[in-house]
Antibody, heavy 116, light 108 residues
Framework: QVQLVQSGAEVKKPGASVKVSCKAS????????MHWVRQAPGQGLEWMGW????????NSAQKFQGRVTMTRDTSISTAYMELSRLRSDDTALYYC?????????WGQGTTVTVSS | SYVLTQPPSVSVAPGQTARITCGGN??????VHWYQQRPGQAPVLVVY???DRPSGIPERFSGSNSGNTATLTISRVEAGDEADYYC???????????FGGGTKLTVL
């Protein structure tokens, strides 16, 4: 079956970086955009960016430009999202989700906690 | 950037019909997608392209879109429908998705 499996929870200090992975299975990885969406505690969904796994092209929300890097490894059907210069307000649940123009499959989420 | 506006909360009694709106400038010219997020779970797509349902989503979930408002309608509401619901469109000018702020559906 189609699924996205994300890496485990992370605890980071302010100023550090975090890299979250998202392994796809059950479909051709290069056929679908991969998005990164985050959700702060008690808040709504916030789109961060997408990567086209076929071309490697990316697009990110303006507020994350310069801090977010999205990559992929097609040999292992895995997408990555790295967020740098972490702040306390980056504490959130981070999801990967496939699709264009809607997101039909979501990962289970990765909790990132930023705390000194 | 394109903005989507949802009411923060909607309440409905079991068996009744819930209507959750999503407002946006000329949203009727865009395709609207809806997600359900139950507490502690990842979002699930329940309606795409205004009114289509993915396989496995009950017929009780339907959608419409016209003018400046899109609507998700849930008929014969059940306790298990209690969740947050988000609308989403693709903003072609910036080439990325936009989410509404979400609506908490409470089943009384």
């Amino acid at each position: 079956q189609v699924q996205l499996v994300q890496s485990g929870a992370e605890v980071k200090k302010p100023g550090a970086s975090v890299k979250v992975s998202c392994k796809a299975s059950g479909y051709r990885f290069t056929d679908y955009y991969m998005h990164w969406v985050r959700q702060a505690p008690g808040q709504g969904l916030e789109w961060m960016g997408w990567i086209n796994p076929n071309s490697g092209g990316t697009n990110s929300a303006q507020k994350f430009q310069g801090r977010v890097t999205m990559t992929r490894d097609t040999s292992i059907s895995t997408a990555y999202m790295e967020l740098s210069r972490l702040r306390s307000d980056d504490t959130a649940l981070y999801y990967c989700a496939r699709g264009y123009p809607f997101m039909d499959v979501w990962g289970q989420g990765t909790t990132v906690t930023v705390s000194s | 950037s394109y903005v989507l506006t949802q009411p923060p909360s909607v309440s409905v009694a079991p068996g009744q019909t819930a209507r959750i709106t999503c407002g946006g400038n000329n949203i009727g010219s865009k395709s609207v997608h809806w997600y359900q997020q139950r507490p502690g779970q990842a979002p699930v797509l329940v309606v795409y392209d205004d009114s289509d349902r993915p396989s496995g989503i009950p017929e009780r979930f339907s959608g419409s879109n016209s003018g400046n408002t899109a609507t998700l309608t849930i008929s014969r509401v059940e306790a298990g429908d209690e969740a947050d619901y988000y609308c989403q469109v693709w903003d072609s000018s910036s080439d990325h998705p936009v989410f509404g702020g979400g609506t908490k559906l409470t089943v009384l």
